[in-house]
């Protein structure tokens, strides 16, 4: 077991040692999202739901990842076991080269704390406290000192567009605002792995574009970004399309290479350039597809 307050260390996929070493003896960094032969049963006997069956799943830094399906589908329980929300039945996942099976409730709180950012349909936004106070609040439960929490939470703010709406309550933003300040939530701890179930939901076209778009203007940075929607339009700003039906994933195909643009904005550049055009350099390189 790791120290109290420190989220363990990553291993690498054979679990001898703390990261894969290439050849050369340089370390390798572990996928983002590492998941083999996981499956979830809700019940027993006759009354069992097989919500997830046999499902493998690597997702390397700098991916985005939209994952499809219908209403029992098990596309929600697939969110909730990436999430660190709930623990599958059998096989295996690792986040960032940690294996969430080894982990107590402590630790999985810690990992859910400074691995993943999440943003979800409805906000979640505390409505009393203020767009600043909303985006800090992962780093006062994470322990942060005061004058560091202002400081990455107002970079936070910034880098989505809301640096002129720092002291506003949600009632005084516009819904698409309201995502957008919960996007620079996810941001402030700088995690492994931004998760996003079905974050145009409550939000109409024009803000449902806008939001997109920051994410794929967050994923060409380098973030590595997994969307849960039942949205074909909402999928296409992904690099790579994962569907679901009955608990398998029957389709996987890849948009956009991981190192490169995500699609629309790739789209995008090339309109305004398309003589030349450089690729845009990432800060967290993909293991590449």
Do not use: W
């Not at 090339?270 to 845009?280: D, F, G, T």
């Amino acid at each position: 077991m790791s120290r109290r307050g420190t989220v363990p260390a990553a291993r690498s996929r054979g679990g001898s040692g703390p990261a894969n070493q290439r050849p050369g003896g340089a370390a390798e960094r572990a996928s983002a999202v590492h998941i083999s032969a996981l499956t979830k049963v809700y019940g027993i006997g006759d009354a069992a739901v097989h919500a997830l069956r046999g499902v493998d799943l690597d997702i390397p830094h700098g991916d985005y990842v939209a994952i499809m399906g219908s209403s029992g589908s098990g596309k929600s329980t697939m969110m909730n076991i990436i999430g660190c929300l709930d623990v599958p039945t059998t096989g295996h996942y690792r986040l960032d080269g940690i294996d969430i099976g080894s982990l107590d409730e402590t630790q999985l709180s810690l990992v859910r704390n400074r691995k993943i950012g999440f943003v979800f349909q409805s906000f979640n936004l505390l409505p009393r406290t203020s767009a600043f106070e909303n985006v800090e609040l992962p780093l006062v439960y994470g322990g942060v000192r005061g004058p560091e929490r202002r400081r990455r939470a107002l970079a936070a703010l910034e880098l989505v567009g809301l640096s002129d709406r720092v002291e506003h309550l949600p009632n005084q933003l516009s819904g698409g605002q309201q995502q957008r300040v919960a996007v620079a939530r996810a941001l402030v701890n700088a995690p492994s792995l931004i998760l996003a179930d079905e974050p145009t939901g409550n939000l109409d076209t024009h803000s449902s574009y806008e939001v997109m778009s920051l994410f794929d203007r967050l994923n060409a940075l380098g973030r590595t970004i997994v969307v849960i929607t039942h949205e074909e339009d909402i999928a296409e700003h992904a690099k790579r399309f994962v569907r679901l039906v009955d608990g398998r994933i029957v389709e996987d195909r890849r948009l956009s290479p991981v190192e490169g643009l995500p699609p629309k904005l790739g789209a995008a550049e090339s309109n305004h350039y398309p003589k030349a055009r450089a690729p845009l350099a990432q800060t967290q390189p993909g293991t590449g597809v």
